[in-house]
């Protein structure tokens, strides 16, 4: 496609439940992030995958959370027993980072916007 | 951990108007980047820029890496760029910090 795609756009679930956030890249983008974004706050950092590289998973809070990306493409974030505090909007984004070299641009996708009950 | 400060916060300009918004890295950071956040939450890259001066339009952005800041202005400003701006930057290994954030209101 021709940008970063999300899904679901919403999701509501109850405590305890386990959900599943999809993110389809940019074509062609080796980089994938995944972020979460408070209400009124900005972004926090959750986890990097750069090809086929260990992915960097430095930012996850906790470890309900989980993130893996199939064939280099499409990414899954997962958190399991879910909590009132996961409450947020998810944001996914991709570059293209040549090898070696700087990082380049992020693109966003619109997020899925999750509630805890 | 790296810190990214911008200022100001909050910010509420008359169109027409200009303005410069900051951000300050605690530490040197690598792919520095301005975002504009719209308020249906649609996160935009505006800039790429490590370092050096670009513009696009009536925006521009300024780094002087040395000294650990950057500067994005906005000239003749309306009402399209209320919103969120955003700086980030990381310091090595991609892990991407953003600031707080500059909420912009530009008033018709």
């Known amino acids: 496609g021709a940008g970063v795609s999300q899904s679901p756009s919403n999701k509501v679930t109850e405590k305890g439940k386990d959900v599943e956030l999809r993110c389809d890249p940019i074509s062609g983008h080796t980089a994938l992030y995944w972020y979460r974004q408070s209400l009124g706050q900005g972004l926090e950092f959750l986890i990097y995958f750069q090809g086929n590289s260990a992915p960097d998973k430095s930012g996850l809070p906790s470890d309900r959370f989980s993130a893996e990306r199939t064939g280099g493409s499409v990414s899954t974030l997962t958190i399991q027993r879910t909590q009132q505090e996961d409450s947020a909007v998810y944001l996914c984004?991709?570059?293209?980072?040549?090898?070696?070299?700087?990082?380049?641009?992020?693109?966003f996708g619109p997020g899925t916007r999750l509630l805890v009950l | 951990g790296i810190q990214v400060e911008q200022s100001p916060p909050d910010l509420i300009l008359q169109e027409g108007a200009n303005s410069t918004l900051r951000c300050n890295f605690s530490d040197s950071v690598n792919n520095l980047q301005w975002f504009h956040q719209n308020p249906w939450g649609q996160l935009i890259n505006l800039f790429y820029?490590?370092?050096g001066t670009k513009q696009n339009g009536r925006l521009s952005a300024t780094t002087v890496a040395t000294e650990r800041y950057s500067l994005l202005y906005i000239s003749s400003s309306q009402t399209t760029d209320s919103g969120v701006y955003f700086c980030a930057g990381d310091t090595g290994g991609f892990k991407t910090i953003f600031g707080a954030g500059t909420r912009l209101f530009v008033k018709a």
């Open positions: 984004a991709s570059s293209l980072v040549v090898a070696g070299g700087p990082g380049e641009t992020q693109y």
């Open positions: 820029i490590p370092s």
